[in-house]
Structure formats: C-alpha cells, structure tokens
C-alpha cells in the first residue's frame, strides 16, 4: 500500500508544472536533439532553402559544441551560445538569422529537458542600415514607372507579355516576386465581384 501511494504521489506531482525539478528526464545530446528536429512535423513543412539553412547552421553549431567539447543540451549556456554567434561573421544580421535558427531548432527539447532555451536570453543585435535608415522609401514616379514598363515591352524577353502583367499587378499591389509567382487566375478578381 506504500508503494502505492508513493506511486500516486509522484503521478500526481508530474502533472503539475512545479513537477520539473522533482522529475529530471535523462541527458540528451546536441546531435540527437538536432537529428529529432528534423523529423518533426514543423521543419517538414518549411521550404527546402530554409531547411536546408537550418541545418547547415545546426551543423555548424555542432561542429563547434564538439570542438569545445561539449556534448550534452544542459550543457549549453547563453554566454556559450553566444560566442558561437558572435564567431558566425561580423553582420548583425547572420547573427540573428543563425539565433533565429538555432531557437527552432532547440525549441521543443528546451520545453522537454529544461524549459529554458539557451538562445532566448540573448538579445538580437541591432541592424545598421545608414544614414538614410530612418528616410522613407520614395515612391516611383509615373516616368519611372513608364521606362520600366517600356523596356520590358522592348525587349526580347521570352514570354514579354506575361512579365508586363506581372509588373503591372506587382506596381499597383505591392506584391512581391514570390507572391506574384504564386497568384492563380482563380485569386484575382474585380472590385465589383468582392
């Protein structure tokens, strides 16, 4: 009957959040926590340019945990995963781009092991882009729009016309060149039909 009663006791507190600390899950890998990601429902639906991406940034997070000889996901620290960030170039924006990747892909293991992401805590760095940073886009003017339409008209471009319609629908919506290539016939429609 003790036993029992402990058994119900330790059920009981795995089902509360204060749980954590009393249940610890065994130590997992870098590489086994980078090799599960890759098998979950939310890389498979990622482009493969951004899959492909992602891994090379966790492989290359990998190569560097070995070199330091660090194996295990508990293991991992912000000043540590900073470093390595801070070793990727000197763009900000790789930076960030290589903790936005990292950040997914520890995501569920941080939730799973720790409930801590060793990437969350650090703060993405700032991008510079100039002096004219802070100055609006210029809209194009009715000429520039005009040459840019001409020279495509007077070019020899294989399927011409359909670049025109293309340029005209990016002009007046705002589209961008991926959403242009993904627009159907079926999606577009007259104002009055809406």
Not at 105 to 121: C, H, I, L, W, Y
Not at 143 to 150: F, P
Request: charged share 30%.
């Amino acid at each position: 009957q003790g036993a029992e009663a402990f058994a119900y006791t330790v059920w009981f507190q795995s089902q509360t959040e204060d749980s954590k600390s009393l249940l610890k899950p065994p130590p997992t890998t870098i590489e086994k926590e980078i090799n599960d990601y890759k098998n979950t429902d939310n890389f498979k639906l990622l482009k493969n340019r951004t899959k492909s991406d992602r891994i090379k940034t966790a492989s290359r997070f990998l190569q560097y945990c070995k070199g330091h000889g660090v194996e295990l996901f508990e293991e991992l620290t912000p000043d540590f995963c900073e470093s390595f960030l801070s070793g990727c170039g000197a763009k900000a924006k790789t930076f960030n781009t290589y903790k936005g990747d990292l950040l997914k892909v520890f995501e569920n293991t941080a939730k799973r092991v720790s409930g801590k992401n060793p990437f969350a805590d650090i703060p993405n760095k700032s991008i510079s882009r100039g002096e004219s940073a802070s100055n609006p886009y210029m809209r194009w003017t009715d000429e520039q729009i005009e040459t840019i339409l001409n020279a495509i008209a007077d070019s020899n471009i294989e399927d011409r016309d359909e670049w025109l319609k293309a340029c005209h629908i990016a002009m007046f919506s705002g589209f961008r060149y991926e959403d242009l290539a993904l627009l159907n016939y079926e999606n577009i429609t007259d104002r009055e039909d809406r």
